[in-house]
């Protein structure tokens, strides 16, 4: 079975550009959860999208906006870039169990985005 | 607001060494405890926890879950320099679909 693929690995965008980010599930599983990672915050969560509807809502700016489509795959969009957006960007693939139990997410390798 | 906290936050040991790894939480709707090892690139899944008391074992690493004290361990027994790496907690909480991260702890197993 394929794993979490994220695409593109690296990107680099300079201050004010708008970036969008692409994350295909592992076959099957339905919810998918963005993730910035940096040194000084760790990881931290963005939103989760279940059967192209967004559940759930980190922190962040609405700078920051995402969408899934009908095969699941799902799409991060970061508008209006700054300098602090340089991160690493996970996303994450899960199947929810029985009952609403969640099941484990597999993350994918992440997009470098680096922000000059 | 959930919350994860783990300790220590670095940790360096020689191979053989068998290390102890800790996770503290907060959680609304708590429902899984999740360890993750992160190299040089995205993390890796070892263990779920839901329920307490039973632990989880995968070779040299073992996992056990207290629900009542709130916190979790990693035993890495008889270490090796491929150990090395950010081992991160995470607490799922079921009402808001996400995951809470610890910072987690570096480890660094020197030969």
């Known amino acids: 079975k394929a794993g979490v693929t994220q695409t593109p690995r690296y990107l680099i965008k300079t201050r004010g550009q708008q970036v969008t980010l692409s994350c295909s599930p592992i076959s099957g599983h339905r919810s998918v959860s963005w993730y910035q990672q940096t040194p000084g915050q760790g990881l931290q969560f963005l939103f989760e999208y279940f059967s192209e509807t967004q559940r759930n809502k980190g922190n962040f700016p609405g700078r920051f906006s995402g969408r899934q489509f009908s095969n699941s795959r799902s799409e991060m969009n970061v508008s209006t870039l700054e300098l602090g957006d340089s991160a690493l960007y996970l996303c994450a693939s899960s199947s929810p169990g029985l009952a609403g139990v969640y099941n484990e997410q597999f993350f994918g390798p992440g997009t470098r985005l680096t922000v000059l | 607001e959930d919350k994860v906290v783990q300790s220590p936050l670095s940790l360096v040991v020689h191979e053989g060494d068998t290390v102890t790894l800790n996770c503290s939480y907060e959680v609304t709707n708590f429902r899984s405890l999740l360890w993750y090892k992160q190299e040089k690139k995205a993390p890796t899944f070892l263990f779920m926890l839901t329920s307490s008391g039973i632990e989880k074992k995968s070779g040299r690493l073992s996992s056990i879950l207290d629900k009542k004290e709130l916190f979790s361990i990693l035993n890495i027994t008889a270490t090796q320099t491929g150990d090395s790496a950010v081992y991160l907690c995470?607490?799922?909480?079921?009402?808001?679909?996400?995951?809470?991260f610890g910072d987690g702890t570096t480890l660094t197993v020197k030969p």
């Open positions: 995470a607490v799922f909480n079921t009402n808001a679909g996400k995951s809470t």
